[in-house]
């Protein structure tokens, strides 16, 4: 795997994502794990933010504390299903700013079309992270960087909960500045262009509207 793709191979992290994978799941149980996969997620894609010291006192002394360096941050969710992600990013990098991106399928072309987007004003400031709980076509990932890099935006990154090969492909070969992190890489896209095995429609599963 190219070193623009990070799994995250953790064993809280699969053995969450085995029970969002199965249809019996409750919609409620759903949403739960989406965030919490989406903190453990967040933990590895912040990896590098960088550090900075500040003095403070201890109940014992003073001492020169690690802190972060006050680098700039935005979540970018592309609505809808990237909404159930928001939560769990925030509650690891709680200072974060969230601009929303709305994006949709035209069913007839398959091409992505938006909606919506605002953005915060200085978004072009901070590193950006894009959060979609599927990577499967690619399509609305690669139109959402794209979208992002309009705005001025340097350092972004994309994180989903299971991708397909195939758009994996597409953000490498359009955007390979773009690291990927995801909780698993599946076997590819069946002729609905749903992943396999997926989790099914991540959207309706969490907002129970399937």
Do not use: W
Request: with cysteine; net charge negative.
């Amino acid at each position: 795997m190219n070193e623009k793709v990070h799994v995250v191979n953790h064993p809280l992290l699969s053995h969450k994502l085995t029970i969002l994978r199965d249809k019996n799941t409750s919609t409620k149980d759903f949403r739960e794990l989406v965030s919490e996969i989406g903190m453990l997620l967040t933990y590895e894609a912040t990896r590098d933010l960088p550090l900075t010291t500040k003095e403070i006192e201890t109940p014992i002394c003073k001492m020169e504390a690690p802190t972060l360096k006050g680098k700039k941050f935005a979540v970018v969710p592309i609505l809808r299903a990237g909404l159930g992600l928001v939560d769990g990013v925030l509650r690891m990098v709680p200072s974060a700013r969230v601009g929303h991106l709305g994006m949709y399928r035209n069913e007839e072309t398959m091409e992505p079309v938006q909606y919506f987007c605002k953005m915060p004003r200085d978004v072009a400031e901070r590193d950006v992270l894009i959060v979609d709980p599927m990577l499967a076509t690619g399509g609305s990932a690669s139109a959402a960087i794209d979208i992002m890099k309009g705005y001025g935006c340097q350092n972004i990154k994309l994180m989903v909960l299971v991708a397909a090969p195939q758009g994996i492909e597409v953000i490498q070969s359009k955007h390979p500045d773009v690291d990927i992190y995801c909780g698993a890489v599946d076997e590819g896209l069946n002729e609905a262009s749903y992943i396999v095995p997926g989790l099914g429609d991540a959207g309706d599963r969490i907002f129970g509207t399937k």
